[in-house]
């Protein structure tokens, strides 16, 4: 796994407009991360750009606990709306990891 990021580099990567740095930043992330900001970016990529619910997560195994917590929260939302963006499909370990805490 790559070394994270700073958290004022992340975040600055994160409010950028360029798909590939936010994309980056999303799997270099520091613990101490704002996990509202992560939360936006991530609901405009699955919304936004079309990306599937499966395919981030399956690339989210990176994410701080902070943030996958609410995540988790807003995909069960998205869940009532759409068979699609179920939580259940993320991979076990990132729940594992969750339950942990």
Same mark, same amino acid.
């Given at each position: 796994m790559a070394k994270p990021l700073k958290k004022a580099e992340a975040e600055a990567r994160l409010r950028g407009t360029a798909f590939p740095?936010?994309?980056? !930043? &999303?799997r270099r992330l520091p613990e101490d991360?704002?996990? #509202?900001?992560?939360?936006?970016?991530?609901? =405009?990529?699955l919304t936004d750009r079309g990306t599937s619910t499966w395919?981030?997560?399956?690339?989210?195994? !990176? &994410?701080?606990?902070?943030?996958l917590r609410p995540l988790l #929260?807003?995909?069960?939302?998205?869940?009532? =709306?759409?068979?699609?963006?179920?939580?259940?499909?993320?991979p076990a370990r990132v729940r594992?990891?969750?339950a942990r805490g």
């Open positions: 740095a936010k994309m980056e !930043a &999303l991360v704002d996990a #509202a900001l992560v939360l936006e970016v991530v609901q =405009g990529l395919h981030f997560a399956r690339n989210c195994q !990176a &994410l701080p606990v902070s943030v #929260a807003s995909l069960e939302g998205l869940a009532r =709306g759409s068979r699609r963006a179920a939580a259940g499909d993320l594992e990891r969750v």
